[in-house]
């Protein structure tokens, strides 16, 4: 029996949006939305939730506003939260748990299309499905990506972008986002944990940043070598030194200082391997 492209969508197989039952499905969907967005009591806003998503628990709150590309691929248990603007592209099912609460702007995407630019272009698309435990908690800004799995018990931090599936009783941080701590059930509050959370939180922007910042200055390398220019500039390094470090901190001052004499020390050496100076001091 040939399978509608409904039926192949929801399957995440390849399948043609703008077939005229999903066009049809897809405005139907975006009439209800006005209609739950625009709803001010809440207990009617719930009731019109519970009649779109394909399954529902008793009890579940939805703030406005709520995006959804169906919404009959959507299932959640019970008490269910969902704060401001959340978005759920749900060409394949989206299935939650009990328990579960998003902050605000959570998105779970399971749409995606084909790498190859010539099925891309031909309308071809296909979804990968995504599955929450219970007692989920995710903080707002959460990217949920196509074919994740998570399981029971799982908090993931503000911003963080989930490529992959976890399983239990894990912290999740980071873009691409990975185990920041296991929760031991019961567990006594550490307050190191936490501190040491916030600076792996810090570590990665870093890492980001550190990263860019190379890149740069690997284009100012290559600028040198072309022009015949010296790696050192003392003028431009006291600049960067005077802005930078504060001087009204004498705790922190002499700190701040030597990290930043290193990145750029380190700064000058990666310029020395791009251009290969013979007579650059290390």
């Not at 959507?74 to 989206?94: A, K, M, Q, R, S």
């Not at 920041?180 to 990665?204: F, V």
Request: aromatic share 8%; net charge negative.
């Amino acid at each position: 029996m040939t399978q509608t492209e409904k039926e192949k969508m929801i399957a995440g197989q390849f399948y043609f949006a703008q077939d005229t039952e999903l066009v049809a499905s897809r405005k139907e969907a975006r009439r209800q939305m006005k209609k739950i967005n625009a709803q001010e009591d809440d207990q009617l806003r719930q009731q019109l939730v519970q009649e779109v998503f394909g399954t529902s628990g008793n009890h579940l709150y939805v703030e406005p506003n709520i995006t959804f590309d169906y919404g009959f691929n959507i299932h959640v248990g019970e008490n269910f939260y969902c704060n401001f603007n959340n978005i759920f592209l749900d060409t394949c099912p989206i299935i939650i748990g009990d328990n579960v609460m998003f902050g605000p702007n959570v998105q779970l995407y399971t749409a995606t299309h084909p790498l190859e630019p010539v099925k891309r272009n031909s309308g071809l698309e296909y979804g990968k499905p995504i599955q929450i435990g219970d007692n989920a908690w995710f903080g707002g800004g959460v990217v949920i990506l196509p074919g994740v799995t998570l399981g029971d018990n799982v908090v993931v931090g503000s911003g963080s972008v989930v490529t992959k599936s976890f399983g239990d009783n894990v912290v999740l941080g980071g873009n691409p986002a990975r185990v920041i701590k296991k929760i031991t059930e019961n567990e006594p509050s550490n307050p190191l944990d936490g501190l040491r959370a916030k600076i792996d939180h810090i570590d990665d922007q870093l890492l980001e940043l550190l990263t860019k910042r190379l890149q740069i200055v690997g284009d100012v390398a290559q600028y040198k070598a072309e022009h015949k220019l010296p790696i050192l500039n003392k003028g431009r390094e006291e600049e960067i030194l005077a802005r930078l470090v504060p001087s009204n901190d004498a705790a922190l001052t002499p700190f701040l200082k030597e990290n930043f004499e290193q990145i750029l020390r380190l700064s000058k050496e990666y310029q020395a391997k791009i251009i290969k100076d013979p007579h650059h001091e290390k």
